[in-house]
């Protein structure tokens, strides 16, 4: 098969962790025999630096006319690098949220899985972990607080700022199917996630969730306000399976739920449209202070690599087989810094990636 890929290397520790998915990614096509052609792309500080523009036209265009985009991360330190003298709209980030709407891309699936090998990195009892958790957290991403209208005035000497959140019944519903289809592949039980007792738009979240939900009689559908589900995170993560939330609420969840696993530098993302194109980019963010030393943990975005073949390729053996290696690496005992423990052995950011690419030989 031949895989497109379009690559941002991005920002901070971007560029290094894009290296080691590369690295697997291109044992994987040597063994089952795929041809892989990368198109690297800038975004953010990176496009910034280069155009003055944290996402061009250009970009977009590349990307779309890929199979598939990989990214590391964008955005620097917002105290020390002159892309946060820029206005709001011109910042790294901006790039990241112009281009998941660009290309539609309103369905990321962050999943939190404890690994057993990792548990001592976990922060919770043995008694809450219970048998560990596999949580696939959907965040809906092109709408609500971060895509609604916001100004910034001054009425007679005072300050004013808002941001709105909407959704309409489209949004809702899209996200939604996407959801329970997974939910039935998984172990069917889809929770969704809101505010329902204060919010409008939480409200018709929730009518239209149960909508959708009654064409999927075999998966069960709960609803749970978000301050709960912050709780319940960490008093008993594994009552989860699907969590399907809003967009702000999903940004907020998806890093606690990367924490209870023991490491943000494991968890994966795809963000998806309504079509077999994704984005594939870890969890965690661009990590300025360990960039280009050699320290940062590239099997987030390894492991988003893998969601990559299993989405948007259709490649589920070969997506299983990265999946393995990193099981297999973690049992032998190899850490990075961020997840290393008493009686293992510390190994960089690129040689992490070389002895995962091994076990794929
Ligand atoms: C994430 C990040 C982004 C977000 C930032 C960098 C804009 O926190 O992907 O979770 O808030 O969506
Ligand atoms: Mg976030």
């Known amino acids: 098969m031949e895989l497109n890929i379009a690559c941002i290397p991005g920002d901070g520790i971007g560029p290094e962790i894009i290296n080691e998915a590369k690295k697997v990614l291109d044992a994987v096509a040597i063994k089952y025999g795929h041809k892989i052609s990368y198109n690297t792309i800038l975004l953010g500080g990176a496009s910034i630096d280069a155009y003055g523009e944290p996402l061009t036209e250009d970009t ?9 985009v990989l990214m590391g991360s964008i955005g620097g330190d917002a105290n020390t690098s002159p892309w946060y003298q820029l206005p709001p709209a011109k910042r790294p980030e901006a790039g990241l949220l112009g ?20 548990e001592d990195a976990c922060p919770l009892k043995k008694e809450i972990i219970k048998d560990g958790f596999d949580i696939m957290i959907m965040r809906e991403l092109t709408g609500g607080l971060y895509f609604g209208e916001r100004s910034t005035t001054t009425d007679h000497g005072v300050r004013k700022a808002v941001d709105t959140l909407t959704y309409d019944e489209i949004e809702i519903k899209r996200i939604a199917i996407k959801a329970f289809e997974i939910a039935q592949k998984r172990n069917k039980l889809v929770t969704s996630v809101d505010k329902a007792n204060v919010l409008d ?35 008993n993560p594994g009552q989860f399976d699907v969590v399907l939330t809003e967009n702000m609420f999903g940004d907020i969840l998806s890093d606690e739920a990367s924490m209870v696993t023991g490491s943000i530098g494991m968890l994966a993302s795809a963000s998806l449209n309504e079509t077999k194109f994704g984005l594939y980019e870890p969890s965690h ?5 360990i960039a280009g030393m050699d320290i940062a943990n590239p099997i987030a975005t390894i492991l988003s690599a893998s969601m990559m073949l299993k989405y948007t390729f259709d490649l589920d053996k070969e997506a299983d087989e990265i999946e393995k290696a990193v099981k297999l690496a973690l049992k032998d005992g190899y850490r990075t810094k961020d997840i290393m423990s008493e009686g293992n052995q510390l190994v960089g950011c690129s040689e992490m990636g070389t002895i995962l690419a091994g076990y794929i030989k």
């Open 99 to 118: 281009i998941r709407k660009a290309l539609n891309l309103f369905a990321n699936l962050r999943p939190a899985v404890l690994y057993t090998e990792l």
């Open 60 to 68: 977009i265009e590349k990307a779309k006319s890929a199979d598939a």
């Open 201 to 235: 738009s939480s409200r018709l979240w929730r009518t239209v969730v149960n909508e959708v939900a009654k064409e999927y009689p075999e998966v069960k559908c709960e609803h749970m306000l978000v301050d709960n589900c912050a709780m319940q995170l960490v008093r």
């Open 285 to 289: 963010g661009s990590a300025p202070d």
